[in-house]
């Protein structure tokens, strides 16, 4: 063994490991098959003693019923011992039949799989003293059966010719349950014996296994003791090398020993360190530089979108105020310059609202908290939607709106609706912002149609003042703009395009823009959609009427409604709007002073604030809720500035009507109050 090859080594080794695993499966192979084929004759026992059973009730059943079916089940039912005595009287043969002994024990309703184990196991262990005494009770039976048989042929035979006496009755009746009484003995000893012929079984196999395991555990602890003791100085000689050069003593070398396997790797290691320790020193001052930079950047990152949720949440509080004062103001002012210095204020406040939105959406995407839906939509509806915020704008601009869909277009489509609707909504109200005169135009049109699904290019089109050839890519960044500098003519935070290009390539999509400084731009992309049954839009649509909504109103009675909220200013300008339409507002400044509140007064509905301190808006609806009287089902609206992903689920949750994020206009607060008080 010294002078062969660590290779031959351990072929000899692995085979003579394999020689002695395959014994032991081999015997754990017999040893399983074996107890399984006992575990069939229990279960063999069982089916004997039930159809045993079955039979002397059936055959009390006819005696009483004269009934030809009872009968007929009583002989069924015997059928089962008759095919088990059949395989016993056959395999007891010297030269048994076993295809007839097969028969037997599948008319004893024995399972087919479990037939040949069980026969295989009478064969190989039919003179144990076990299987003898299980023979002899299941002999013994026999006779008790034909017994029991005699009576029911005679039974029979009365019952069809002349009816039964009644005294013979009465005798059969005891006899069945005398033979029941033994037979059931039987199967006790029967039951008995296989159990403990199976604790015998079980010991010899648990025997045979342990020694079989001790032999191939010495045997393969022998054998590598001897062959590692061979290659043992070698290898720790590199082991040692490789442990210090691994703890930064590079200078470490490994001695080499013999010329064999072991000793060509102790000289490719030793090559190898020559030239790992040349590299490692720079590679460490890098890798050191590197990590710096990475914790920099994710510190920075993650400050970044940290201040920008923040910000965007807490300043939604005020500009709630901001905004719903300037509406009570637009419809408190006579004078029509004071109108327009109120109109021009509510544009700002909008503008600013837009770009907290954009910001707030940047932060969710550069988080990843963005999450992809499939969900049915109506793409007809959501062009009439996008068409009644714009239209507003291109009145104010004097800008002709032009709205194209392909007739091939299906009305409802499989996809994520709220993304496309963002998507299409940045891009049109960037076309409007950036165009003055003209026109801006919005199409849709099928690229591929498939059976199940379709591709779709949108397209948005303007006459603006259009981007520079050398800006078109850098206008998709953050923060960026085509303009910069003091003399940029249109405001904004440059999130817009940005949030688009990702929004569009989180649905497998890639936003292009073809155009000229001052002719105008288009920008396209293209999106996959499922198909769904249903209806074709119209090929174009040119002009889109829009029902009014209905705004709520009280008209017969008091409608009161309790005002949640810890900013007084919020809780003010939502009071006056309500009072405005005639309504009665009441006010809490937290949800423990509304509870108290909603328990000492009736109120037909409750706008509510999440974040309060004392007790919060979720808090406060769930006490409400949980109210005995019908008082815990008004309506409750959540009014919040707290708008992050999934807060409307929360809400509805646990047990709010509507959601309304902050800022929000008078006629969608009326509009949802009205809906829930109809």
Known sequence: ?????????????VGIMALLVTVELCTLWFSVSTLSSVRSFVAAEGLWSKAEKDAVLYLRMYAYSHNEKDYQAFKKFLEVSKGDKQTRAELQKKHPDLEKARRGFLQGKNHPADVDGMINLLQRFQKTYYLNKAFSIWADADPMIERLERIGDTLHTQIVTFGPRQAYMEEALGEMTYINQRLTTMEDGFSATLGEGARWLENLVRKVLLMLSLTIGTTSILITISVSNKIEEGISAINEAALEFSLGRLTRRARVYSKDEIGALAVAFNQMADKLEASILALREKEQHLQKEQERAEASEKVKRLFLM???HELRTPMNAILGFAHLLEDATVSKEQKD??????????????????ILDFS???????????????????IDELSAEMLPRAAGKDIHFQIYVDHNVPEVLLGDAKRLWQVLYNLLANAFKFTTRGRVGIS???????????ELEFSVTDTGVGVAEDVKEKIFESFEQAESGPERRF??????????????????????????QGRGSEFYFRLSFLKLKGGQLPEQVEEIDLPQREIL???????RVLVVDDNPMNR???????QKKGFEAEEAENGKVALNKFNSSHFDMVLMDLQMPEMDGYEATRQIRALADDKRNVPIIAITAHTIQGERERCLAIGMNEFISKPFKPDELFEKMGELLK
Do not use: W
């Open 1 to 13: 063994m010294n002078d062969i090859s660590i290779s031959r080594k351990l072929y000899f080794t």
């Open 444 to 454: 849709i049109q099928v690229v591929d149609d498939q059976q199940h699904h379709l």
């Open 341 to 358: 210095y109120i109109k021009f204020q509510i544009l700002a406040a909008e503008e600013l609202l837009n770009i907290l939105n954009d």
């Open 572 to 578: 003010l300008m939502v009071n006056k709007m309500l």
């Open 553 to 559: 109103s009280p008209k017969d009675g008091r409608v």
């Open 310 to 312: 923040n910000m965007s």
């Open 364 to 382: 969710k995407i550069e988080s990843g908290n963005v999450v992809l839906e499939a969900m049915p939509f109506n793409l007809h509806q959501m």
């Open 491 to 516: 405001g904004g935070a440059g999130l817009g395009l940005s949030i688009v290009k990702q929004l569009v390539e989180l649905q497998g999509g890639k936003v292009h823009v073809n155009s000229q």
